[in-house]
């Protein structure tokens, strides 16, 4: 299950990804209640 969430949001969170290094732990943070 944890792989198959996990390769969803590599497809589609590639830019999240970037965004997250950008905005550091605030970022995270976001990007955790989101697919939580």
């Given at each position: 299950?944890?792989?198959e ?24 943070r ?7």
């Amino acid at each position: 299950k944890y792989l198959e969430y996990d390769r969803t949001m590599l497809a589609g969170d590639a830019r999240r990804k970037e965004a997250k290094k950008f905005g550091g732990p605030g970022a995270r943070r976001r990007k955790q209640k989101s697919y939580r």
